[in-house]
C-alpha cells in the first residue's frame, strides 16, 4: 500500500518493541478491539510500516537496540504523513520524570510505564482508534462537498455561457450566476 493510498477508514494499530513477550501481551490486550495490529521490532521497523500503510495509533517502546523510541518518535513527527499519528510510550525503565518529560517533549500523547493496566491501555487506544475514524469520516464528506461544489460551479459556468449566447437581454440573470459563483468559491464571505 502507499502512502496515497491510505485512506480507508482501518485504524491499524502499530505495536513497536524488540521483546517478543511484551508484543504478545499487546497483542492479547488489544485483540478485542478487533482492528490490525501490526508488529514492530525496531525504530526502523516501525519507520518502513509507517510508511506502508495508516495508523491510529502507534504503542513505542523507549529502549531498543539502534534507533530508541525517543529518537524513533522524532522521526514520526518529523514526516508530513505520520506527524499526527498519536505516540504513546510504554516503558518498563523506571518511572523517571526526566524520561516522561523527553517522551511528551517528542510528542508524545501519553507515556505509561509497564506493568500497565490492560484496561487503561485498552481505553486509552481506543479514544485514538475513535478519533482515527472520525477524522477519516470528516475528511470523506469534506472530500464530497468539494466535487459537489465543483460539479455546481461546472453547471453554473456551462449554464452562463448558453445563457450569453441565447440571449443579450439575460445580464441580469448572468450577474447572479456569477455572484452565486463567487459564494460557491468562497469569495464573497462576510
Known sequence: MTPQDRTDHSAGILLVDDMED???????????????????RSGEDAMKALLRQRFAVVLLDVRMPGMDGFETAAHIKRLDQTKDVPIIFLTGTDADAGYAFRGYATGAADYL???????????????????????RQLENLLARQRAHGERVNSLLSTLEKQLSQDSPDLSEARIQIRDLQKLMSGENRT
Open 22 to 40: 511484551n508484543l504478545i501481551a499487546l497483542e492479547a490486550v488489544l485483540a478485542s478491539l478487533n482492528e490490525p495490529l501490526v508488529r514492530a
Open 113 to 135: 510505564t509497564k506493568p500497565f493496566d490492560p484496561w487503561v491501555l485498552r481505553a486509552k487506544v481506543s479514544v485514538f482508534l475513535d478519533l482515527h475514524r472520525k477524522t
